[in-house]
C-alpha cells in the first residue's frame, strides 16, 4: 500500500504562487505515474497535471506554462509549482498515484489518494 500526504497549500493573492508537495510512504513510487487533481466547490473533480518515471509530463490547457510537476526519487515526493495563480485555480488539490510506467489524464486510472491540500487565491 502507498499513503500519499499533501502539504504546501494555502492562501495566496491572485499572481501569487505556491508549490505543493506529495510525500509518499509505504514503497517507493519511483516507478509509479504520478498526477495531481483539483476540485473546485460545487465542481467535479478535474485532472491537472501528470508525470510519468521517466519524467514525461502532461497539463490540462488551463494551467499550461503556469504550473511545474515534478518528481524528486530519492526522497520519494512529487510537486506541483503553482506560478502566476488566478481566483479559479482556488480548489482542494489532490495527489494520485497509479503503478503503471504511462500516465493518465482520467481519475478512474489511479489506485491511490491522497486526503488533499486547500489551495484558496484572493483577487
Known amino acids: 500500500q502507498v499513503q500519499l500526504i499533501e502539504s504546501g497549500g494555502g492562501l495566496v493573492q491572485a499572481g501569487g504562487s505556491l508549490r505543493l508537495s506529495c510525500a509518499a510512504s509505504?514503497?517507493?513510487?519511483?516507478?509509479?505515474?504520478m498526477g495531481w487533481f483539483r476540485q473546485a466547490p460545487g465542481k467535479e473533480r478535474e485532472f491537472v497535471a501528470a508525470i510519468t518515471w521517466i519524467s514525461a509530463t502532461d497539463y490540462t490547457d488551463s494551467v499550461k506554462g503556469r504550473f511545474t510537476i515534478s518528481r524528486d526519487s530519492a526522497k520519494n515526493t512529487v510537486y506541483l509549482q503553482m506560478n502566476s495563480l488566478k481566483p479559479e485555480d482556488t480548489a482542494v488539490y489532490y495527489c494520485a498515484g497509479r503503478n503503471r510506467l504511462s500516465l493518465s489524464t482520467a481519475e478512474g486510472g489511479y489506485d491511490y489518494w491522497g486526503q488533499g491540500t486547500q489551495v484558496t487565491v484572493s483577487s
Open positions: 509505504g514503497r517507493t513510487i519511483s516507478n509509479y505515474a
